[in-house]
């Protein structure tokens, strides 16, 4: 068999598998077989002796399994680990570092192959095939094993989260092991910090995201399966009786497969055991339904195949009739409830009662995400993109959300927890300190003034944000309505919507930007299906080519700023002069429509924002067209580094403080006063009190940022002088290294007595 296809069965085996045991020992005996060695074999790392323990073996004596260990530092096997990397071998028993133990029987054998099992950078253990032969491993046998140890990896972390990778229902006498502060990373969401317990929020009849949880009443969980089988036997049996007239006997036919599928007991019986074995009706559903799935999936027979649909169609029928039944009594939320979804949505958020919401966990989805934004609005912590996260095994588990890295720890120790818990403490004493300062200017020690202005895109926002002292809207999202609707919103909806921001923040100024939709932001309604959505079609590429979209946007905002005069325009995502002047005609259009229609509009000041690197360097011939330049900083450092920062695995390498970020910002801002024009800068930078200060030296006129942060940086700004900030930057702008220009600034702030308005050093992560 081509070992593609081994690897296949394997990893279709290995999810199959009711618990981590048996996962070990059905690799360890698939790959003895399918690469005809004697002895195949897996260490793990115990995380509290921190040696490697022998988990599962097929060619070693038995009896060593569980007993024999090595720390990292002995044997062949200690050698993969410290050096994360395959080690190939003609003869183990030559090697400098081979350590014969005596009770494994491995003396037989000469050729050694080990390769590291690891997950998110973490040596988790390493899977080990041995031959009697002294041969060296070919290149196609090792990259076989590294692939194995890879799919390996991600089922070891998740077992060792959730103390098995078995359901809930399966492991109630709590004899499992849990491994406790096992980290998993996603994409920071929304800063701060939330210690809670999990609540896993689930689809309407979405099997494959319903959580597993401890049933509470036995024999009523068996109850409302048992009547949500019988719901679905009706509607069977009535759609039949229904359309006995229009299908032919052997259609009609289809529907007795159903039903007869339905008094099987080895669906029934197996789910109603699952109940009584602890899990809850919708939990063990799920079980059993995945479990017929495979097993019909991986037969020969297409007839047969077929099946793995239809019961998959069953178990959400049957499901759909158990949530409705769960709508019947109240569902009970944690005091410190962390919600966690596969794709958290708006509209979970409002499943929780506010005072006890703490947190949020999506395990897709991207920073950008209506979900993210309305988290970072609310001021709830929040990790998006946790891919790896176990989240249907870990409803009521005790969690740590770390919202400034994207980080969370499942099982936190004492230490940990209590190490979280006096950030947490420290945190909310300071922003109650930071409320004094609403009706201060940010204006340093030395006199100079420095304007605060807010991004927003909710409603809400607006609330927050005047509470909070803003001085006027650096950015207003206008995609987030287009995002919460079924489609597209019609020119009287859209000037209601705006007209509530122009109207609160009047005589303040309000930048709308036009929609920028395209890249992580998508429309249920209008899908841009791209392989490489951020260098495609998106921002004013989309608007521009589709002018009708535009110029109802236009026209709904020139409207909504009657009486009020307070409008600003900015155009996302431009790279070249043909974009600018296409845009500029279609809003001046707008104008002159609306006059003609004895309206008294007239026209914005009108900018641009600068996101990509080709707008860097037109910043000056951009600056002569247009009335004000804006940086969006966020997307300006994704282009420049080529890191996705919404894809976890390489989120560490999105460096805001980067050398060659700083040297782009400090050129925008001084092209843009060249031409006299206001340069105003909105992302994650602004947002941070050492950046702000680095962005203040730069020359830039404004800095817009999310509501939250405003108090903190209003806090540095009154704190330092402009003098000193210029002090800083030139300290900085000598430097070329991120992670050292990060600390300094944190030093620095210290130094000034503004420590408190740092992110907090944080366990788990080297600052």
């Known amino acids: 068999m081509a070992m593609l296809s081994v690897l296949r069965k394997i990893v279709q085996e290995v999810s199959a598998a009711p618990d981590l045991e048996s996962v070990l020992d059905l690799t360890v005996r698939r790959i003895q077989r399918a690469m005809h060695t004697q002895v195949c074999s897996i260490y793990l790392l115990d995380t509290i002796t921190q040696r490697y323990v022998l988990k599962a073996t097929q060619g070693l004596n038995l009896e060593a399994v569980g007993v024999v260990s090595l720390s990292p530092t002995e044997g062949v096997v200690g050698l993969v680990g410290q050096r994360a990397e395959p080690i190939n071998l003609e003869d183990a028993s030559l090697h400098p570092s081979f350590i014969y133990v005596q009770s494994t029987g491995e003396e037989r054998f000469h050729a050694f192959l080990g390769v590291p099992i690891i997950h998110q950078g973490e040596v988790l253990g390493v899977l080990v095939v041995q031959q009697h032969d002294r041969r060296r491993f070919d290149e196609s046998e090792e990259a076989f094993l590294v692939t194995v140890s890879a799919q390996l990896a991600g089922v070891i972390a998740h077992a060792e989260a959730t103390g098995s990778i078995q359901p809930v ?26 210690i809670g317990q999990v609540f896993v929020a689930s ?43 229009r299908l032919r006997s052997d259609e009609q036919a289809l529907f007795d497969v159903y039903l007869r599928m339905l008094e099987d007991n080895a669906l029934a019986g197996q789910v109603v055991e699952r109940i009584r074995a602890g899990n809850w009706a919708q939990g063990a559903l799920r079980e059993v339904v995945a479990e017929h799935v495979r097993q019909f ?10 099946r793995a649909t239809d019961i998959r169609d069953l178990g959400r029928r049957i499901l759909s009739h158990l949530q409705e039944g769960v709508g019947s009594h109240e569902v009970e939320y944690p005091d410190q409830t962390v919600l966690i979804a596969d794709d958290l949505s708006p509209a979970m958020l409002g499943l929780v009662p506010e005072d006890k919401l703490v947190g949020l966990v999506s395990v897709s989805g991207s920073g950008n995400s209506h979900a993210a934004i309305l988290a970072r609005s609310m001021g709830i912590p929040t990790a998006m993109g946790v891919v790896d996260l176990p989240y249907t095994r870990m409803d009521g588990r005790d969690i740590i959300l770390d919202g400034y890295t994207g980080r969370v720890y499942v099982n936190p120790s004492d230490d940990l927890k209590n190490a979280f818990g006096e950030i947490l403490r420290e945190e909310q004493m300071i922003a109650a ?32 944000s005047l509470e909070r002292g803003a001085e006027g809207i650096g950015l207003y999202r206008t995609e987030i309505p287009f995002m919460t609707r079924d489609f597209f919103p019609s020119e009287q909806e859209q000037m209601h919507i705006y007209r509530r921001q122009l109207e609160a923040f009047a005589p303040r100024p309000v930048t709308m930007r036009t929609l920028d939709i395209g890249g992580d932001k998508a429309l249920p309604y209008f899908p841009i299906s791209e392989e490489n959505p951020f260098l495609g079609w998106r921002g004013i590429r989309v608007t521009l080519d589709h002018p009708e979209i535009f110029l109802v946007q236009v026209r709904a905002m020139l409207r909504a700023a009657l009486g009020y005069g307070n409008l600003r325009i900015m155009l996302p995502m ?13 809003i001046d259009r707008a104008v002159r429509e609306l006059q003609e229609e004895g309206l008294d509009v007239e026209r914005p000041p009108i900018g641009i924002m600068v996101e990509v690197p080709a707008a860097v360097y037109l910043t000056r011939r951009f600056a002569r067209k247009v009335d004000f330049i804006s940086v969006g900083s966020n997307d300006l450092t994704q282009y420049l580094l080529a890191v996705d920062r919404n894809n976890p695995r390489v989120a560490d390498l999105y460096a805001p403080y980067h050398p060659a970020v700083l040297k782009v910002l400090q050129f925008i801002a001084q092209e843009a006063r060249k031409e006299h024009k206001t340069v105003s800068i909105c992302g994650e930078m602004a947002a941070d009190p050492g950046g702000a200060l680095l962005l203040m030296a730069m020359g830039y006129d404004v800095l817009s940022m999310n509501s939250n942060n405003l108090p903190k940086v209003k806090s540095a700004i009154r704190g330092c002088s402009l003098a000193k900030a210029n002090s800083l930057l030139q300290r900085v702008m000598r430097m070329d290294d991120a992670e050292a220009i990060h600390q300094y600034l944190r030093t620095s702030l210290k130094k000034m007595g503004l420590g408190s308005l740092t992110r907090p050093s944080l366990p788990g992560r080297e600052d």
């Open 169 to 194: 229902g399966n492991n109630l006498g709590g004899t499992a092991k849990i491994v406790q502060d096992r980290r998993f990373s996603g994409v920071a969401g929304a800063p701060g910090i939330a």
């Open 297 to 306: 999936s991986s037969m020969d027979d297409a007839y047969l195949r077929e």
């Open 574 to 586: 431009v790279t070249c002069m043909h974009e600018i002047e296409e845009a500029i005609e279609q």
């Open 203 to 245: 689809l309407p009849a979405d099997l494959e995201g319903v959580p597993d949880k401890r049933a509470k009443n036995i024999e009523r969980e068996v109850e409302a399966f048992t009547e949500a089988l019988e719901q679905v036997r009706h509607d069977i049996r009535e759609v039949s009786k229904s359309l006995s007239q």
């Open 433 to 464: 300190g930071l409320e004094t300062l609403h009706d201060l200017p940010a204006q340093t020690t030395d006199g100079y003034r420095m304007p605060l202005w807010v991004n927003t895109g909710l409603t809400s926002d607006v609330e927050r």
